[in-house]
């Protein structure tokens, strides 16, 4: 069975500072990840997906994508308090079958 | 956005008990997913439908079952609940390129 393991389990940063955060599949079928955020209590929302490796930017965000090694990453630049949340990465392979599998997630506080 | 319903919100049930969740989509989205999310497990597929009548195996569906009656409405069933199965459960539904939009979860007690 496919695995997603995220690091670090959680992530404290200054406001301000830059949130690394990591995500790695086991599956070398995988070809494609997304990040979702969730603010406690409330339901995740995609917030970026990669599908070609390289590297994405929207606004504070950014994701690299390593196909080879199957990792993704989000930083974010400029963190706010309001970027405290649950960060987690899915994947999924180019099947057809649209099955997806999370990490458990990197919890990330922003302290003003 | 895409909408996702989900009911109840909350619900208490004591094991052996019958539960029904439900999940209903506006969108008419083919694709509807069931997940627990718990505490170090994020978020795991219990089971995932395509279309009304279909039903697929996700990675945690012991105890569950699931009916996809329409294209709209989605339900997990646990006909014999277990402490085991205390969890949050969330209901997505997969719209353009593979975003999933999830609904406002169902939290259940199993006694």
């Known amino acids: 069975q496919q695995k997603v393991q995220q690091s670090p389990e959680s992530l404290i940063v200054p406001e301000g500072g830059m949130a690394s955060l990591n995500c790695t599949s086991s599956d070398r079928n995988v070809d494609y990840f997304w990040w979702y955020r969730q603010h406690s209590g409330k339901s995740p929302k995609m917030l970026m997906s990669i599908f070609s490796n390289g590297e994405k930017e929207e606004g504070r965000f950014t994701v690299h994508l390593n196909k080879a090694s199957l990792h993704t990453s989000l930083h974010i630049r400029d963190s706010q308090p309001s970027d405290s949340a649950l960060y987690l990465c899915?994947?999924?392979?180019?099947?057809?079958?649209?099955?997806?599998?999370f990490g458990a997630g990197t919890r990330l506080k922003v302290i003003a | 956005e895409a909408a996702v319903t989900q009911s109840p919100r909350n619900k208490v049930t004591v094991t052996g008990g019958n539960v029904t969740l439900s999940c209903r989509q506006t969108?008419?989205?083919?694709?509807m997913y069931w997940y627990r999310q718990d505490t170090g497990h994020g978020l795991r597929l219990i089971h995932y439908?395509?279309?009304?009548?279909?039903?697929q195996i996700g990675d945690v569906p012991d105890g569950y079952k699931a009916t996809r009656t329409t294209q709209e409405d989605f339900f997990l069933l646990l006909e014999l609940a277990s402490p085991s199965q205390t969890s949050l459960y969330f209901c997505a539904s997969r719209g353009n390129q593979d975003t999933q939009y999830f609904g406002p979860g169902t939290r259940l007690l199993v006694l």
């Open positions: 969108n008419s989205h083919n694709y």
């Open positions: 899915a994947a999924s392979r180019n099947t057809g079958n649209y099955k997806y599998v």
């Open positions: 439908s395509y279309g009304a009548g279909n039903l």
